[in-house]
């Protein structure tokens, strides 16, 4: 590998992996830069190649032709699936920057990551973990506790395995509902967990099992579909950066409480992890409780993080996945970045595709991070998903980015477009 023209493969397709990719781009190491299977805008920074990126023969036969140097997935799938293990294993000599099948089930797998915080004394909410054998004493723990009740499939199911209910009689049904199969096998094992009250926000690690590890810049998500945080959960309607309850005496918490005992539990147990590790938190009364790990970055906090990380992606991302992060910096620039999500009408339940997209070119105050979109034959943008573009700004205070990132979202059209119009609202004034 010339470290000076490092040869990226980013796996996905989403918002976050064109704020990857635009993020790489910009980097003095990177060589050439391909995005399986990517979407209608992340061609602007690198190659769109169909390849899934859960089919490891084929990115292995991929990165065996093209001299890939460097895999880095974008979503949790591969990680949850292998794709470490996978690639150590290969004769074919390339770095993932992601953590090992066991590191994952920090995201794979909620009873893991309850058990992992319970070792290493790691704040988090009381639970109790669920099989049909055990439904009973499920029953007899959810009445210890007062409502609401928070139930959680164990394995991934597409960010929809959490049940919040305020009934004791419903929380009993649905536990039953859920351990006969409601979200398949994921909730053949249900995590029972107290209900933490606080505002949450997302912190992310870059850690290369070794001891090293950077703090980047910490967002804050908008998950409901509705203004006023009401609706359906969305996998992300906006986002900000910083996020202004989170100050020094927090992160100083943060970090002791959170990160070093994550980053060090890890190592401890023999779990190679060498990658970003998301930490869902909730600040309960200025003492931050972990909701949540995910092995990936966030979606849409990446189109927030990316702007304001100084630094150069592609080594830090070598450098993780060596193992050897050494003194390599990740800074944060004070500036604020803002992002709104457009969507298609009718997400998160079922909506249209294939709508033109319109006035992309007009817009000059933002950088627009393609999600659900694709190229039509004749080349034209439409949708292909339920969120279609994030518009990122930057500003002196997070009012001036949403000014401007609100003015790009009237200026873009699609038949159908919703966005939320209080990202961020009470971070103004
Ligand atoms: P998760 O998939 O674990 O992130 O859960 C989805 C959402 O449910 C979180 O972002 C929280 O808003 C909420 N949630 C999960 N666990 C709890 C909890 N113990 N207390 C309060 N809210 C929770
Ligand atoms: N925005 C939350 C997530 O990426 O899971």
């Not at 991929?62 to 140097?69: E, I, L, R, T």
């Not at 007899?140 to 394995?155: C, I, N, Q, R």
């Amino acid at each position: 590998m010339n470290p000076d023209k490092v040869n990226v493969l980013l796996l996905g397709s989403g918002g976050r992996e064109s704020a990857l990719a635009w993020k790489l781009s910009q980097s003095p190491s990177l060589g050439k830069l391909w995005i399986a299977p990517g979407n209608g805008g992340t061609d602007a920074y690198g190659v769109n190649v169909p390849i899934k990126p859960t089919d490891f023969e084929a990115i292995e036969e991929f990165v065996k032709a093209n001299g890939v140097d460097l895999i880095i997935p974008g979503n949790e799938d591969p990680l949850v699936a292998g794709i470490y293990d996978y690639f150590e294993a290969s004769p074919v000599e390339v770095l993932v920057a992601g953590p090992s099948r066991d590191g994952a089930r920090l995201e794979g797998s909620k009873e893991f990551a309850k058990e992992f915080m319970g070792r290493h004394g790691i704040p988090t909410a009381r639970h109790l973990s669920v099989t049909p054998a055990t439904y009973n004493r499920g029953v007899e723990f959810l009445e210890t506790l007062s409502a609401p009740y928070v139930l959680k499939a164990d394995g991934l199911a597409a960010g929809k395995g959490v049940l919040i209910i305020n009934d004791l009689d419903e929380a009993r049904k649905a536990l039953g509902e859920m351990l006969e199969g409601m979200f398949g096998d994921a909730s053949a094992t249900v995590v029972i967990e107290e209900f933490l009250s606080g505002i949450e926000c997302s912190v992310f690690v870059l850690t290369d099992g070794a001891g090293e590890y950077r703090v980047l810049p910490v967002a804050k998500d908008y998950k409901r579909v509705g203004e006023g945080d009401t609706g359906l959960n969305t996998g992300g309607m906006g986002a900000v950066s910083p996020v202004p309850f989170v100050d020094d005496e927090f992160m100083a918490k943060v970090e002791e409480r959170i990160i070093r005992p994550t980053v060090e539990g890890l190592r401890a147990e023999g779990i190679v992890y060498r990658g970003f590790i998301f930490l869902g938190l909730i600040n309960v009364g200025g003492e931050p409780m972990v909701i949540e790990y995910n092995v990936r970055m966030g979606d849409p906090e990446t189109e927030v993080v990316m702007p304001r990380l100084q630094g150069d992606l592609v080594k830090l991302l070598v450098k993780t996945a060596q193992g050897n992060l050494g003194d390599e910096p990740a800074d944060t620039d004070p500036q604020p970045a803002v992002t709104v999500m457009m969507v298609s009408g009718g997400y998160p339940g079922s909506y249209p595709k294939g709508k033109k997209i319109t006035g992309l070119e007009n817009v000059t105050e933002s950088v627009l991070f393609h999600a659900g979109t694709a190229k039509d034959t004749e080349g034209n943008i439409i949708t292909a998903g339920g969120r279609v573009i994030a518009a990122t700004s930057r500003g002196e205070t997070i009012a001036e980015a949403l000014e401007r990132s609100y003015r790009s979202v009237g200026l873009v059209d699609f038949d159908g477009k919703y966005y939320r119009r209080d990202i961020g609202n009470e971070f103004i004034n």
